[in-house]
């Protein structure tokens, strides 16, 4: 459920083929700008491209409570595509790739960091000064197989889906402020949240190699 405001765009349709161009909105707490190259005959394709400036990532359309865990904003790139007719048959065919920056990240409930030391889960406030990566869309869901979440003395890699089903398997692992890849980690442990977004089962696991959070389903 993605609602836009003060909407603006240029659009023109001809032999059953409609192109949006040079559109705009605000949309949770920032901007989302792009486009839309929409062709209903033989069979309907879409393909969009869009961009997001400081979207407020509390309101996102999570679950409620869901939404409550986080604060910062985000900004990046993704590009669309899809086919078919009716919900079922767009969301079935709904793939893309995308980009993002995160600044002044917040998730509330966990304390990743102490939790990743000791061993065993710790509540409290995981906070990260700044973020970036890919990710992809697909088979109904997000995918993203290293986000590098920033702070001053630690960064975090964190994989993992989230579904359409509101449904995620979130993995954080600890990195030294130097690394690259996740080869070398300073612990051994990481954080995971998997379950439902209202209500998470969080663990902390010893590190897994290789990598097994992420990746496309077979």
Do not use: C
Not at 18 to 46: M, N, T
Not at 138 to 143: A, I, K, L
Not at 171 to 196: C, I, M, N, Y
């Amino acid at each position: 459920k993605i609602k836009l405001a003060n909407v603006r765009a240029t659009l023109s349709l001809r032999d059953l083929h409609l192109l949006i161009r040079e559109a705009d909105a605000d949309w949770a707490g920032g901007k989302v700008k792009g486009g839309v190259d929409a062709a209903f005959s033989p069979l309907p394709k879409y393909e969009m491209t869009g961009e997001v400036e400081r979207v407020n990532l509390a309101q996102l359309p999570w679950t409620p409570r869901w939404a409550e865990r986080w604060s910062g904003t985000a900004s990046g790139k993704i590009r669309l595509t899809t086919s078919g007719v009716g919900r079922e048959d767009l969301l079935k065919q709904l793939a893309g790739l995308g980009e993002l920056k995160l600044n002044k990240v917040e998730l509330r409930g966990w304390d990743v960091e102490s939790s990743t030391e000791s061993g065993s889960v710790r509540p409290g406030v995981s906070r990260w000064t700044s973020g970036q990566g890919e990710f992809e869309v697909g088979e109904r869901e997000f995918r993203f197989d290293a986000i590098r979440l920033d702070v001053s003395h630690r960064n975090t890699q964190l994989a993992g889906a989230i579904g359409f089903d509101m449904s995620g398997n979130l993995t954080f692992r600890p990195l030294a402020p130097d690394q690259r890849s996740a080869k070398k980690v300073p612990t051994a442990h990481e954080f995971q949240l998997s379950g439902t977004l209202e209500a998470p089962k969080a663990v902390v696991q010893p590190v897994t190699t290789p990598r097994n959070i992420g990746t496309p389903k077979k």
